[in-house]
T-cell receptor
Framework: SQQGEEDPQALSIQEGENATMNCSYK?????LQWYRQNSGRGLVHLIL?????REKHSGRLRVTLDTSKKSSSLLITASRAADTASYFC????????????FGKGTKLSVIP | KAGVTQTPRYLIKTRGQQVTLSCSPI?????VSWYQQTPGQGLQFLFE???????NKGNFPGRFSGRQFSNSRSEMNVSTLELGDSALYLC????????????FGPGTRLTVL
């Protein structure tokens, strides 16, 4: 079953602009991870944020987590054409398992 | 370190047949998970193995099974294939002493005719 819901489902921006994607989830989590997928290929791990963290940065990526609202956001700054991909959030509830529950994803198109 | 590898990358089968997919995790990783990705259902968890034991299982019929070997390599098997089993099957591995990050392989694209 899908726990997360990404918003928007699709996003089209110009190169150099910032892209923001949101994710909501339903149950308590141990951590939340963001992944990128290019055209039906494997998932590339972008960033992991734990339930006791509020914000993390990695290069041009910034992730926030609000556990009270059960939501997270991914910001990609100064986007590039190579950022064109689908982005998924995935939650892990812990409890001795690495099982991830994925959202439906946001399809990002960066226009050169 | 080499990443997660999956074989074969592409597979075409007919209804009623069975198929076995293979996954080799990153060296040192003992947890392997499998996911099915379809346009309609998205990414869904199949099962997770840790030290040769199934630790968790998703909501899939018994036709889907898996196992893990002592070297942490894992296989999943789908018997009596149905058209709806056409999907991208992804394998992920994780280090138990790491950061809980799941590293995914390139996937096996299964087409059932």
């Amino acid at each position: 079953s899908q726990q997360g819901e990404e918003d928007p489902q699709a996003l089209s921006i110009q190169e150099g602009e910032n892209a923001t994607m949101n994710c909501s989830y339903k149950t308590s989590i141990n951590n939340l991870q963001w992944y990128r997928q290019n055209s039906g290929r494997g998932l590339v791990h972008l960033i992991l944020i734990r339930s006791n963290e509020r914000e993390k940065h990695s290069g041009r990526l910034r992730v926030t987590l609000d556990t009270s609202k059960k939501s997270s956001s991914l910001l990609i700054t100064a986007s590039r054409a190579a950022d064109t991909a689908s982005y998924f959030c995935a939650t892990n509830s812990g409890a001795g398992s690495y099982q991830l529950t994925f959202g439906k994803g946001t399809k990002l198109s960066v226009i050169p | 370190k080499a990443g997660v590898t999956q074989t074969p990358r592409y597979l075409i089968k007919t209804r009623g047949q069975q198929v076995t997919l293979s996954c080799s995790p990153i060296s040192g990783h003992r947890s392997v998970s499998w996911y099915q990705q379809t346009p309609g259902q998205g990414l869904q968890f199949l099962f997770e193995y840790f030290s040769e034991t199934q630790r968790n299982k998703g909501n899939f019929p018994g036709r889907f099974s898996g196992r893990q070997f002592s070297n942490s390599r894992s296989e999943m098997n789908v018997s009596t294939l149905e058209l709806g089993d056409s999907a991208l099957y992804l394998c992920a591995s994780s280090s138990v002493s790491g950061t809980d990050t799941q590293y995914f392989g390139p996937g096996t694209r299964l087409t059932v005719l």
